[in-house]
């Protein structure tokens, strides 16, 4: 064995927890050791198997997170139910005046309005005094790309 390059091995080293305050004596090269939890204190050897070990909140931030994380998921499924519901107002869609405006005159506000029109046919829609054909294809656009299911058209016979 070489000489001089060995550490000091100190057989009363002192070990203290900062937990409970227990001290006792092993063999080291540190003259003092401190930890932050020993056999006493620890859930596993100590018995308490229910109490968490929490080292500066870790298990408050989780749960922290956690309850972030479920608002978010909450708040996009509203928002994804309310873009594409049938109560929305047809102003808000941002079509042209004059198309909005002869809607209005006919009694139709909501999307869910037009959508029913649109269900008796692309004629009852274009019944409507002051609705043409560009309008009738702008709405049926505007309201595809919102991710609304439009109704199949209704033909009727020719007599």
């Not at 409970?20 to 080291?28: A, I, K, M, Y």
């Not at 500066?56 to 749960?63: A, I, L, M, N, S």
């Not at 922290?64 to 928002?79: D, F, G, I």
């Not at 002869?102 to 002051?130: D, H, M, P, R, S």
């Amino acid at each position: 064995m070489k000489q001089g390059i060995h550490p000091t091995y100190y057989t009363d080293a002192r070990v203290t927890c900062a937990s409970c305050g227990n001290t006792w004596t092993t063999g080291s090269t540190q003259k003092e050791i401190r930890v932050e939890i020993c056999s006493k204190c620890h859930p596993f050897f100590s018995g308490e198997s229910q109490r968490i070990v929490d080292i500066e909140g870790q298990v408050d931030r989780f749960y922290k997170k956690l309850q972030v994380r479920q608002a978010y998921v909450e708040e996009k499924k509203s928002r994804a139910e309310e873009k594409v519901s049938p109560k929305r107002p047809l102003s808000e869609l941002e079509m042209s005046v004059r198309a909005t405006a002869a809607l209005e005159k006919a009694g139709i506000t909501q999307v869910g309005q037009f959508l029913a029109k649109l269900g008796e046919g692309e004629t009852a829609v274009l019944a409507i005094e002051g609705f043409g054909r560009k309008s009738l294809i702008d709405f049926k656009k505007k309201l595809r790309s919102l991710g609304y299911e439009l109704p199949e058209a209704v033909e009727t016979p020719a007599a």
